[in-house]
């Protein structure tokens, strides 16, 4: 079980501007970090991707870009920490679709809402909140 992550601001901050550029579809992308979060590992790199659905209702990271960015961070020696999302008009939790579609149990899943009332209230940014999938199980993990 993973206590508590780091998400350094930068990376915060791109997901939530390829959030607001993806809008009204959900965006997608994936952050690279040097090993998994399960193993004390960091966030590197935020590294957004084309949703191939096109939704306002859910995503699916173009089949070009996975394999693209599968094989640059396996050569880097680094792995997928988190694979990211955004909610456009409900909180940044994991919907059925999502729990169903995790198929990357070592990462984290980070929803980005932009749902007008999943605000953070102390700084009025779109809320941001971090998951581990595992079989099904989901469990939130506190970002700082």
Not at 23 to 42: F, H, K
Not at 90 to 106: E, I, N, W
């Amino acid at each position: 079980m993973v206590s508590a992550v780091i998400l350094p601001a930068g990376i915060r901050a791109a997901l939530i501007a390829e959030a607001r550029a993806a809008y009204p579809n959900e965006m997608c992308g994936l952050i690279v970090g040097d090993r998994s979060a399960g193993e004390g590992g960091r966030a590197l790199r935020f590294e957004p991707a084309r949703n191939k659905a096109a939704s306002p209702y859910r995503y699916e990271i173009d089949p070009d870009d996975l394999l693209r960015l599968t094989i640059a961070t396996d050569e880097a020696d680094e792995v997928f920490w988190g694979i990211v999302h955004s909610h456009t008009h409900s909180p940044a939790v994991p919907s059925p679709t999502d729990v169903g579609l995790a198929f990357y149990p070592d990462s984290l899943y980070l929803l980005v809402s932009l749902a007008e009332d999943q605000a953070d209230p102390a700084t009025g940014q779109p809320g941001i909140r971090a998951w581990r999938i595992v079989d099904g199980a989901v469990d939130e993990v506190p970002l700082r």
